[in-house]
C-alpha cells in the first residue's frame, strides 16, 4: 500500500476556530462570519504585492517577445485558471493561445469533479510537451496547498525547457517549498469549512488571476486610461461599450462614433488613433503596429512628426 502524505498541518487544511459552531449558526450569522473571513483574502492579496507586481513585469516581458501565458491546475485552482484565460479574449481582443488554462482531467474538469487525477505529475509533463513550451513562455501553477504533483510536474517540465515559472500557493514556505521563479503566497489562513480551498483560497486566486491578466495587459498596451481599447466587439453589449468609449474619449455623438467605428473595422483603439491623427486605416494600422499596439506611444510619435 502506498504511503498517504499526511497533510493536516497545512494551512489550508486547519481547523478555523471561528467557525467551530457552524452547523449550528443562524443564516445571518453564518453570512456574517463568510464576509469576515472574506476580508482576508483581499489581506492575502495585498501581503504578496511584491511578488505580483514582479509576476507582471516579467510575464509582459515574455509576451512582449512572442510568448504564451499558461495558467495550470486542477479541481478550483485549474478552474479559475481557464476562467481568466477564456475572458482575456473578449476584454482584449487577445488570440486565443496567448494565454491559456490547463486543467487536470482536460475540459470535463471545468463540470464534474476530476480531483484524482490531479495526483499524476507525468500527466503535468505532458500538457507542457503538448503545447510546445519554449523559453518564451510563462507557466503559472496554482494549487491552493502546495501539493498537487499535476502542478509540479508541469512546472518543473517548463522550467527544463526554460520558460518563466511562478507558483501560486496558500500555504507558507516553511510548509511546502518549491522552486520557481516567482512564488506568491496567499496566506488566507483555515477555511470556515475545514479544508474547502473554494472559498477563502479560491478568492484570493481569482483576485490574483484578475490583478495579473489585467496587469500584464495593461503593460502591453491594451488598455488606454482605464478603458478596454481593444475590447472585442462581439454582441450588443460590446459595441454599446465600444461607442461609450468613443464618445467619452473624442466628444462625438452616437452616430458619428458608430460611424468611426464601422471605418475602423470595429476597432476601438485604431478608430481613436483615427479621430486624434487623422490618418486612414491603412496608416494609422502601419503607425499601431510600428509602436507594438500601444496607443498612446503612437499618437504621441505621430504628433511629434507633426512638429518636426
Known amino acids: 500500500m502506498t504511503n498517504l502524505q499526511e497533510r493536516g498541518h497545512l494551512l489550508t487544511e486547519q481547523?478555523?476556530?471561528?467557525?467551530?459552531?457552524?452547523?449550528?449558526?443562524?443564516?445571518?450569522?453564518?453570512?456574517?462570519?463568510?464576509?469576515?473571513?472574506?476580508?482576508?483574502?483581499?489581506a492575502a492579496v495585498a501581503a504578496a504585492k511584491e511578488e505580483l507586481a514582479q509576476a507582471i513585469e516579467q510575464t509582459a516581458a515574455r509576451l512582449h517577445q512572442g510568448g504564451r501565458l499558461f495558467?495550470?491546475?486542477?479541481?478550483?485552482?485549474?478552474?479559475?485558471?481557464?476562467?481568466d484565460a477564456a475572458e482575456c479574449p473578449p476584454t482584449f481582443c487577445t488570440p486565443p493561445e496567448l494565454v491559456q488554462g490547463i486543467i487536470?482531467?482536460?475540459?470535463?474538469?471545468?463540470?464534474?469533479?476530476?480531483?484524482?487525477?490531479?495526483?499524476?505529475?507525468e500527466d503535468g509533463d505532458a500538457a507542457i510537451s503538448q503545447r510546445h513550451v519554449t523559453q518564451l513562455d510563462v507557466v503559472v501553477g496554482i494549487t491552493a496547498g502546495g501539493t498537487t504533483p499535476f502542478v509540479h510536474g508541469a512546472l518543473n517540465a517548463a522550467r527544463q525547457r526554460g520558460a518563466l515559472t511562478i507558483f501560486i500557493a496558500c500555504v507558507p514556505v516553511e510548509q511546502f517549498s518549491f522552486e520557481a521563479d516567482i512564488d506568491i503566497r496567499l496566506l488566507t489562513g483555515p477555511e470556515v469549512l475545514t479544508g474547502s480551498t473554494r472559498l477563502k483560497a479560491g478568492t484570493a486566486t481569482k483576485l490574483t488571476l484578475n490583478i495579473l491578466s489585467t496587469g500584464v495587459m495593461v503593460k502591453l498596451g491594451k488598455v488606454y486610461g482605464n478603458r478596454m481599447v481593444d475590447v472585442a466587439v462581439t454582441n450588443q453589449k460590446l459595441r454599446d461599450r465600444a461607442l461609450r468609449i468613443l464618445q467619452d474619449l473624442t466628444g462625438l455623438s452616437r452616430e458619428a462614433a458608430g460611424y468611426l467605428l464601422e471605418r475602423s473595422g470595429k476597432w476601438v483603439k485604431l478608430a481613436l488613433?483615427?479621430?486624434w491623427t487623422g490618418l486612414d486605416k491603412v496608416a494609422g494600422d502601419r503607425l499601431l503596429s510600428a509602436h507594438q499596439g500601444d496607443l498612446r506611444a503612437a499618437v504621441a510619435s505621430h504628433n511629434q512628426n507633426e512638429k518636426t
Open 71 to 83: 495558467y495550470i491546475g486542477a479541481g478550483t485552482s485549474g478552474r479559475l485558471g481557464v476562467l
Open 273 to 275: 488613433l483615427m479621430h
Open 104 to 121: 487536470a482531467g482536460g475540459a470535463g474538469a471545468l463540470v464534474r469533479s476530476s480531483e484524482d487525477l490531479e495526483d499524476r505529475a
Open 15 to 42: 481547523v478555523n476556530p471561528l467557525s467551530l459552531n457552524l452547523d449550528q449558526l443562524s443564516s445571518l450569522a453564518l453570512v456574517e462570519l463568510f464576509n469576515s473571513e472574506d476580508q482576508k483574502a483581499v
